[in-house]
């Protein structure tokens, strides 16, 4: 691909010499946009076929790639909370928590209510606590409680991508245990399913979900099962659950190189190991020894390491099917 001072060197060079080009001159100020604007269109022709495969498309252009194959991105959600208060207050009243506004939909009991945020995301789910009032209301505090359905993100390109490739390349047809995972996956909010076909006998399926940043999450439960009853072929009767927690427990002596403080190793080697075992989720039901430990090395400002324990062993860990690990209890003491 050429670039802009390519393009313009080229035109340049088809001016006859006795001709001023030099940068500042007529000719020169004449080709210069010219020249530009035919290195934007190279560039966007260069890069055109990169917007119409599943594997380099993004945005939009992945959107339109996709739904060839009957496949939507999967939209951000609303979280719904409950919402407790001291004194009964009108269905529609505005209540806020450090910058985050929710609305009050129904009210479950006299001093109970569903709100719903009105920022659709994973936004809704963070902060609970005492609320401050938007709407005119006096006398009469708020506590942001419980998750009633949880919020989620757009879906991403990665997720989107990944959902693409499992559709065309598992066979998912009458109701197979592939099928039972798509649609699991296209709820708004799972980001990972694991089917147990044949759970509690001929004609019964068991599904795990996890949502998109591969935790526990129960309100999902419901609106997968939901989602697949209205799919599933008849006959079939569906279960749907959370997969169990396993916390991993980490220990190690750590020789650091000086380049940074323990506090700032322990921080990213916490987020690191975190990023590990969502990555092993339904995929991976064996924690290695040796690839913690080549975590461990991977992170700036450790130099080397001894007496790593994984639960209190120096050896792997096995992950039940019916498991997800889940970082524990992380102890770093620095040696010398």
């Not at 902060?127 to 938007?134: A, E, K, T, V």
């Not at 009458?174 to 649609?183: E, K």
């Not at 129960?218 to 659950?241: F, N, Q, W």
Request: include cysteine; proline fraction near 4%.
């Amino acid at each position: 691909m050429k670039t802009f001072e390519e393009i313009l060197q080229g035109m340049l060079e088809k001016v006859p010499s006795d001709v001023d080009k030099r940068e500042g001159s007529v000719i020169y100020d004449a080709l210069a946009p010219c020249a530009y604007y035919l290195a934007q269109q190279t560039f966007q022709l260069d890069h055109f076929v990169e917007l119409v495969f599943a594997d380099t498309a993004a945005g939009e252009y992945l959107n339109r790639v996709v739904s060839m194959f009957g496949l939507i991105r999967k939209p951000a959600t609303y979280a719904v909370r409950k919402l407790l208060t001291s004194a009964e207050v009108n269905v529609g009243t505005r209540w806020t928590i450090k910058d985050v506004t929710y609305v009050i939909k129904k009210q479950l009991t006299p001093l109970e209510y569903e709100a719903e945020c009105e920022l659709a995301g994973d936004i809704g789910n963070q902060y609970r606590g005492n609320l401050q009032p938007i709407s005119a209301v006096t006398g009469v505090t708020a506590e942001l409680a419980d998750m009633i359905a949880a919020g989620a993100d757009k879906e991403t390109d990665t997720a989107l991508r990944n959902r693409f490739y499992d559709k065309v390349r598992l066979p998912a047809t009458s109701g197979n245990a592939y099928h039972y995972m798509q649609w699991a996956l296209e709820v708004p909010g799972a980001g990972a399913a694991k089917v147990f076909p044949l759970h509690d006998g001929p004609g019964t399926v068991r599904i795990l979900v996890v949502n998109s940043d591969k935790e526990i999450n129960s309100a999902l439960e419901k609106l997968v099962y939901t989602y697949i009853e209205r799919e599933r072929p008849v006959g079939a009767t569906v279960t749907v659950g959370s997969p169990t927690p396993k916390k991993i427990d980490l220990s190690a002596n750590v020789i650091l190189d000086g380049s940074r403080t323990k506090a700032e190793v322990f921080a990213e080697f916490s987020t690191v190991m975190g990023q590990y075992l969502k990555e092993m989720v339904f995929t991976e039901y064996r924690i290695s020894h040796a690839k913690v430990g080549s975590v461990l090395l991977g992170i700036e400002g450790i130099n080397d390491y001894s007496d790593l324990l994984l639960n209190g062993t120096a050896g792997n860990i096995m992950i039940a099917e019916k498991e997800i690990p889940v970082p524990g209890a992380i102890s770093l003491q620095e040696v010398s």
